[in-house]
């Protein structure tokens, strides 16, 4: 058992890495010289989560081009500047992570005809990648993983007891890889968050021994504790729906769909395979963070996550060598969206619940420098929102606090609910981005449905995808049959727009302006109306 004393006493040195002396404050960014220019024509990047293909698709929503996948989503994809396609990838029969939210494991890059130009698998005993990847200026991937580990690692961290599910512990960790094409690449930096908690408990004092106010650029490893957590029925019926979209869950090998696989399933819905029981049993409950999100800022050469069961974002130092990331250089620069978890805030105050996405709002467009953020919500506030903030930061790339305070700021700078808010909601995957004309595109990503915010608030463009899985699919659940992980728009001069008519790809010189054309449409109820 480390002792608490011990991993305190490191993390006030670490404080002691800032830079001596104050540096100048950069200023928050001016959100002007935008108006409302109606829709950003360009065209929208997708995946299904129930399908084995990525969509480009016109502003009349009407696809044109696609690259088959040999699995399905796991989950982001992205056009390079090269016209290439990167698609994270699911192993959906995986032993060890199947049924966890996000799961991927392989990288594909596709060429223009669906050639595949480069593999790259981390998966296995060791961990797995999951959710996101961001390629960098060098060429370079990060991708975000688990390090697979075991509830006696967390227990001899300071993890609570009572936080424990299963026999399984899943840190969150930030890789760098140099890829070796075709197949495979270099691991060149990494970052891993258990390199960096702080012991708030000890079993042998019989409970919270520290308050973890003290040591905010540390992780305490119980900081993700829920004072009202879903009911056992909740996180079922939330593991259900995830299923039912592609997003968890076994069942996709990679060959074809067999319909009458899931109709027997339910034949024997109270028969479940006593492997299948003893597996969900021992990884309940072992991803710690649930990390969606990975954002690289070159001019800080900082790097932002989504920690999504901390409700946070946290901020990391890529300057620094792999070794000095493991001690205190590679604490958290910065950390924003729930003070709960580092004993500074309520937890019923918290400004981010489950978030997705964040991103940094690239020079040049409106409000440069800021983070943005899709806010999912939760089961208490069953809307989403979209949040930006400016994170007050100073010419030293740092982010001073006032002492005893939480991180700033006390306010995001703008966010966005609808005029029914409601009628806005995703309880979990979805996406944002920041247009060049300063509009807000939104992926709300359950649903399938893709708008456009202009910067008076306005609603100028808005789609809900038909794009589903194969017909003869069956699912458990019809709710979101057009369900996708993000969307991104990529304008008719983007690199890897124009990459693709070079190289014959028949994509249009005009995208169009809308509105959309191909909506989807609910079934019709089949269900006799009563006299």
């Known amino acids: 058992m480390i002792r608490p004393l011990a991993l305190i006493t490191l993390a006030l040195a670490a404080s002691c890495s800032e830079p001596a002396g104050p540096a100048a404050m950069v200023e928050m960014p001016a959100r002007a010289g935008f108006e409302n220019t109606g829709p950003y024509p360009g065209f929208t990047l997708f995946a299904p989560l129930d399908s084995r293909r990525v969509i480009l698709a016109d502003m009349a929503g009407e696809e044109v081009h696609h690259w088959d996948t040999p699995l399905k989503p796991g989950d982001s994809c992205y056009l390079t500047d090269r016209g290439t396609v990167l698609a994270c990838q699911r192993y959906g029969d995986d032993p060890l992570f199947q049924d966890a939210g996000g799961h991927g494991g392989k990288v594909l890059e596709l060429g223009h005809d669906g050639e595949i130009l480069w593999t790259f698998d981390w998966n296995g005993e060791h961990g797995s990648q999951h959710h996101d990847v961001e390629e960098l200026p060098n060429g370079n991937l990060l991708f975000v993983a688990w390090d697979r580990m075991t509830r006696e690692d967390a227990l001899a961290a300071g993890r609570d007891p009572e936080l424990l599910e299963g026999d399984e512990w899943w840190a969150g960790a930030v890789y760098e890889v140099k890829p070796t094409r075709p197949e495979g690449g270099e691991i060149v930096w990494s970052w891993h968050a258990m390199d960096h908690v702080v012991q708030s408990y000890d079993e042998d004092l019989a409970g919270y021994v520290k308050d973890p106010s003290d040591v905010p650029h540390k992780i305490d490893i119980n900081g993700d504790f829920d004072p009202d957590p879903p009911s056992k029925e909740e996180q079922e019926e939330a593991a259900k729906q995830m299923a039912a979209i592609g997003y968890a869950g076994g069942g996709d090998d990679g060959g074809d769909d067999d319909p009458k696989a899931d109709d027997k399933?339910?034949?024997e819905e109270d028969k479940e395979d006593p492997a299948d029981a003893a597996r969900k049993a021992r990884v309940k409950g072992a991803d710690w963070m649930h990390t969606n999100a990975v954002a690289y800022n070159a001019q800080l050469d900082q790097i932002a996550i989504s920690v999504r069961r901390f409700?946070?974002?946290?901020?990391?130092?890529h300057a620094i060598s792999r070794e000095e990331a493991k001690g205190p250089k590679g604490d958290l620069l910065y950390r924003w969206g729930n003070p709960f978890a580092y004993g500074m805030g309520a937890h019923a105050e918290r400004p981010l619940l489950g978030q997705h996405n964040v991103q940094w709002v690239p020079e040049g467009y409106l409000g440069a420098g800021n983070l943005i953020v899709f806010n999912n919500g939760n089961r208490e506030r069953k809307w989403s929102t979209v949040v930006e903030w400016w994170a007050p930061r100073d010419e030293s790339g740092r982010y001073?606090?006032?002492?005893?305070?939480?991180?700033?700021?006390?306010?995001?700078?703008?966010?966005?609910?609808?005029?029914?808010p409601e009628s806005f909601y995703s309880p979990f995957i979805s996406g944002v981005q920041r247009l060049p004309n300063g509009n807000t595109m939104v992926c709300s990503g359950a649903p399938g449905r893709v708008f456009e915010v202009a910067p008076d608030g306005e609603i100028v463009w808005d789609w809900r995808s038909p794009f589903t899985a194969p017909e003869g699919t069956e699912q458990d659940l019809k709710e979101w049959p057009t369900a996708m992980f993000r969307a991104l728009r990529y304008g008719p001069e983007h690199p890897g727009i124009v990459a693709l008519r070079a190289r014959g790809v028949a994509i249009p010189l005009d995208p169009g302006v809308g509105p959309p054309t191909n909506q989807y449409v609910p079934p019709a109820d089949d269900e006799p109306e009563e006299d």
Do not use: L, V
């Open 265 to 267: 399933a339910g034949d």
């Open 400 to 420: 001073p606090r006032e002492e005893g305070q939480p991180f700033g700021p006390t306010e995001p700078q703008w966010d966005w609910a609808a005029s029914e």
């Open 311 to 317: 409700d946070e974002i946290w901020i990391i130092d």
